[in-house]
């Protein structure tokens, strides 16, 4: 019985790290696609339009690799590979939703989101970013 409960934490152990290296995925994605240094913009300077643009890749992230370990139905190896695939899946969705905004909207998208002032583009940009996780969700299963 002890050793099933130390079976099940190494388990949601290695489903935690599969999700935190694909959040520093994510992390660095939306670094790439935006200008200056994204922990600058957010943690130095302070800047909503680029903090709510990584919260909604991260929350997305969250999103697939939940429901990833749902549908693994406790096949711990089937599971990880679904996670990591799914989540890769999602941050490449993403990464590109972003590039098509950034080809049909006036502007250099990046830039508009690492302004100091709020910029509407950050809502639309962090729903497109919502969206495809809900859609790679829902192709899971």
Do not use: C
């Amino acid at each position: 019985m002890l050793s099933d409960v130390f079976s099940e934490v190494g388990i949601a152990a290695t489903y935690g790290l599969a999700g935190l290296l694909l959040m520093a995925v994510g992390f660095v994605l939306v670094d790439v696609l935006t200008p200056g240094n994204l922990r600058e913009q957010i943690w130095v300077q302070r800047h909503r339009n680029a903090a709510i643009l990584l919260a909604s890749n991260l929350i997305g992230v969250g999103i697939i690799v939940a429901t990833a370990i749902a549908a693994s139905h406790g096949d711990w190896a089937q599971g990880i590979l679904s996670t990591l695939a799914y989540g890769l899946l999602g941050l490449v969705l993403m990464g590109l939703s972003f590039v098509v905004i950034d080809a049909v909207t006036p502007g250099k998208l990046g830039a508009l989101l690492m302004e100091e002032q709020a910029h509407p583009a950050v809502y639309v940009s962090g729903a497109s970013h919502l969206s495809v996780s809900a859609i790679v969700a829902v192709a899971i299963f």
